[in-house]
């Protein structure tokens, strides 16, 4: 089963994750087989972290939630909330197999919540800049809740045009690029 992780910042966080980013990255390397995509938020400013995305294919949602709790970054109250999602992934790939590769334009998390009910999620045009598509789905995997996708874009705007914004209820839009040691 895929899953979908979106850790946000603690305001005022920024020091501990630092101090905890080695703790950090040796946890997500247990996992590095599961991983389908993961990487940091940014704000505006493009440096400032503000969370961390991770997609990771687990056995149940039992399994996710201990991924996503047991995080040190969580344990040592880097994040203020985290959300966990069951996630399709609609490409069929990781983000090592991203065509475009890990550098060169920017590159956005995109966040469509609350979809309207019983629409068909398809891929939209422009598949090759799309580096993580699929639904954010109920626990249980059949209710569609929202989309997630990671994407190469010229701007946020244009990151934001991938998502249909009549279809829901509010589009998100961060600054993200591929994480991992590099």
Avoid at 10 to 34: F, K, V
Avoid at 79 to 88: E, F, I, N, T
Wanted: proline share 8%; charged share 25%; hydrophobic share 40%.
């Amino acid at each position: 089963m895929e899953f979908f992780c979106y850790h946000r910042d603690r305001p005022g966080s920024l020091a501990l994750r630092y101090e905890l980013s080695e703790r950090h990255w040796s946890y997500m390397d247990r996992y590095a087989r599961e991983l389908i995509a993961r990487g940091p938020t940014f704000a505006d400013d493009g440096e400032t972290p503000t969370g961390s995305v991770h997609i990771v294919d687990l056995p149940d949602p039992a399994a996710a939630r201990a991924f996503a709790f047991d995080e040190p970054n969580y344990q040592a109250g880097v994040y203020r909330d985290v959300l966990v999602r069951r996630w399709r992934n609609m490409l069929g790939r990781t983000m090592w197999d991203f065509p475009g590769g890990r550098t060169g334009g920017d590159r956005f998390l995109v966040l469509g919540l609350g979809p309207e009910k019983d629409a068909e999620l398809v891929l939209p045009p422009g598949e090759d800049e799309l580096i993580a598509f699929g639904p954010l789905l109920s626990d249980d995997g059949a209710a569609w809740v929202g989309t997630a996708v990671l994407v190469r874009a010229p701007d946020p705007d244009a990151a934001r045009a991938v998502l249909a914004p009549h279809r829901y209820a509010g589009v998100e839009v961060h600054a993200w690029e591929f994480g991992g040691r590099r």
